[in-house]
């Protein structure tokens, strides 16, 4: 059987991509085992434009977020399906400090599509603990992603466009056509493995450093279910007076094994944003591909033109992936270029290190 791709991986970067094709028209495959305890499964799917302690608006938001809008919408029409809710993200300020930082940040252009209000005391939050204030975040939202990824992997199943098992390496040709895979054949291979991608012989050399996030799903009746609140972890509604808390970060242990410290930690958090009694219902724990620049890692191998990578979105990826996988499909099929900051390239020089580490090995 010959496709135009084969992408390997099915997770949120890969579910995207390989929708993303389809619509362009191109035959596709995906190879996916599937894993309960993946990344974008365990993922509350926030989507926030602005990033971290220092208050940035976050890096191309004016292009990521209304492509993803579109995106979402779309693919919610195509199922019949409500898959993205936009919900305003309350930032609750920590100090005296940060709320002062924010002053002095938010007289700048480019800010006024994205902030709804500013609070210098407690805001009117229902059972809310914010008494320096905070920001109201808009243009924000939450994806259920699992949701999305099942109805995905339902319709590739129908089509018989999935093959639900481990992709085996060893099976792999390269071709002078593209990629021969056990008896299938494609023109182009796209590795969409996340954290995985550090065991991919073709692509190990890149900057990937695993990072476990733990997660928790809680009970809490009382708990306003219209808004996102942040304040050091996030509070995700995901629907029947439960929501996602999250998330931890830890690179020293890269297991997929929930902990008893972690939960201790989201806890605790959660208990200095509210006061409301909440149950803690589901602990879970995941692995996400971090990059050292914090850019995602999208391209075609430096060597061998058959294959590619689209991954290092980390928790982002719900905002980056649609017009990521929208430019890199118009660039597979040499129709635009890749923006500088997320090409491969970039590495280059850790891929020459990569062969000339292997050759003393010989």
């Known amino acids: 059987m010959k496709y135009d791709f084969i992408v390997v991986g099915h997770g949120l970067a890969g579910a995207i991509l390989s929708y993303t094709l389809r619509k362009r028209g191109h035959r596709v495959l995906v190879i996916d085992e599937p894993r309960p305890s993946s990344a974008s499964r365990v993922a ?41 809710t936009h919900r305003p993200i309350y930032k609750i300020f920590s100090t005296i400090e940060e709320q002062n930082t924010w002053m002095a940040k938010c007289a700048s252009e480019g800010w006024q599509d994205y902030i709804l209000g500013t609070y210098t005391q407690g805001a009117s939050q229902p059972a809310v603990q914010n008494p320096h204030g905070g920001i109201l975040i808009g243009r924000g939202g939450s994806l259920l992603v699992a949701e999305m990824l099942d109805l995905l992997t339902a319709e590739l199943l129908a089509q018989n466009l999935l093959l639900p098992e481990r992709f085996e390496m060893d099976q792999l040709q390269l071709t002078g056509q593209g990629v021969r895979y056990k008896n ?109 620049d914090r850019k995602p890692l999208i391209g075609v191998h430096p060597q061998f033109s058959q294959l590619s990578v689209f991954n290092g979105m980390g928790s982002k990826g719900v905002q980056m992936a649609p017009y990521l996988a929208q430019q890199f499909s118009a660039a597979l099929a040499g129709e635009a270029e890749l923006l500088p900051d997320i090409r491969i390239s970039r590495y280059l020089s850790l891929y020459y290190d990569y062969l000339k580490h292997q050759n003393t090995q010989l």
Not at 57 to 63: C, G, N, Q, T
Request: proline residues 8%.
């Open 184 to 292: 299938l054949e494609a023109g182009h291979l796209v590795f969409c493995e996340g954290f995985q991608v550090v065991n991919n012989p073709y692509f190990k050399w890149l900057p990937i450093q695993p990072t476990k996030g733990e997660v928790l799903e809680v009970q809490a009746d009382n708990f306003n279910p219209d808004c996102i609140y942040n304040k050091a972890v996030y509070v995700v509604p995901v629907g029947a007076g439960r929501f996602r808390v999250g998330a931890t970060y830890n690179w020293r242990e890269p297991n997929e094994q929930p902990t008893e410290a972690g939960r201790q930690e989201l806890e605790e958090r959660l208990s200095q944003i509210t006061p409301t009694p909440f149950r803690t219902i589901r602990h879970l724990a995941g692995i996400r591909p971090a990059v050292r």
């Open 44 to 84: 509350a799917g926030l989507l926030n434009p602005v990033a971290g302690k220092r208050f940035a608006k976050s890096w191309l938001a004016d292009e990521f977020i209304p492509a993803a809008d579109a995106f979402y919408a779309e693919l919610g029409t195509h199922f019949g399906r409500e898959l993205y």
